[in-house]
């Protein structure tokens, strides 16, 4: 059984920050990759940035230079640090983990609100 916390979530002027994070607990041994995705109001749900367990990093690129993924391993958590919000970041942000044992599947957090005002 693996839970994902999200939190850090709310509202924000266009060109303010918010930071997500994201914690994992319980069976979370074959976490192999982490990841924020998010779902805009009638739109499907797209990757934003995604961090492996050896650091490698991947982003969407229409969050590239605005957005930072970090993870502490041993915390089991997944941060997005957003900055230059746009309107257009709003969404529903959710936390995923991927997992290898005993074969692949993927875990979600529960997603939190942002709403970037313009």
């Known amino acids: 059984q693996v839970q994902l916390v999200e939190s850090g979530g709310g509202l924000v002027q266009a060109g303010g920050s918010l930071r997500l994070s994201c914690a994992a607990s319980g069976s979370t041994f074959s976490i192999f990759s982490m990841g924020w995705y998010r779902q805009p109001p009638g739109k499907q749900r797209d990757l934003v940035a995604s961090?492996?367990?050896?650091?490698?990093?991947n982003y969407a690129d229409s969050v590239k230079g605005r957005f930072t993924i970090s993870r502490d391993n041993a915390k089991n958590t997944v941060y997005l640090q957003m900055n230059s919000l746009k309107p257009e970041d709003t969404a529903v942000y959710y936390c995923n983990a991927d997992f290898s044992y005993p074969r692949r599947w993927t875990s979600w957090g529960q997603g939190t609100q942002v709403t970037v005002s313009s």
């Open positions: 961090i492996t367990n050896g650091g490698s990093i």
